[in-house]
């Protein structure tokens, strides 16, 4: 393969594999500030039943939950994706330079890295807004239980 082409076909993975990584760190951190804030402003009086309130509590916060999720995944993806380059590069250059293969490497690797710290507040994030939903639930359920006595 042409090395110019390889070069692009490596920026391009990379680039997209850290674009999606940004993008998903984005949509949580967004979905969390939108959750915290509808959360601040609900009234538990507003609902008669308890699965209602639950629907609106639990709106989007799979996603957060998903993005944690699969953070890890899309960054071990793109670290795979340059590890593959190297090797190819390396195989199709005929030499084995140590110091290519190294940087290479290196390069690779930030992918995982990137996709763990794009999950891991993704994660705490996800536990925070359950956790308040969990409060809101047991806020409604207290009131309705005075309500019937």
Avoid at 110 to 132: E, Q, S
């Amino acid at each position: 393969m042409n090395n110019n082409f390889l070069a692009y076909a490596e920026s391009a993975i990379d680039y997209g594999v850290m674009g999606v990584l940004l993008l998903m760190s984005i949509v949580t951190f967004w979905l969390f500030i939108e959750r915290m804030m509808f959360y601040s402003s609900v009234r538990t009086d507003d609902y008669n039943h308890r699965d209602t309130l639950e629907m609106e509590l639990t709106d989007n916060i799979g996603v957060i939950s998903a993005i944690g999720s699969n953070a890890p995944y899309v960054g071990l993806l793109g670290t795979v994706l340059g590890i593959m380059f190297t090797f190819y590069t390396m195989g199709d250059a005929g030499a084995v330079d140590a110091k290519k293969i190294m940087v290479g490497l290196a390069l690779a690797l930030k992918a995982t890295a990137m996709g763990l710290i794009v999950a891991m507040p993704a994660i705490v994030a996800y536990t925070i807004v359950l956790r308040k939903v969990e409060k809101i639930l047991t806020v409604f359920d207290v009131a309705q239980d005075k309500k019937i006595k």
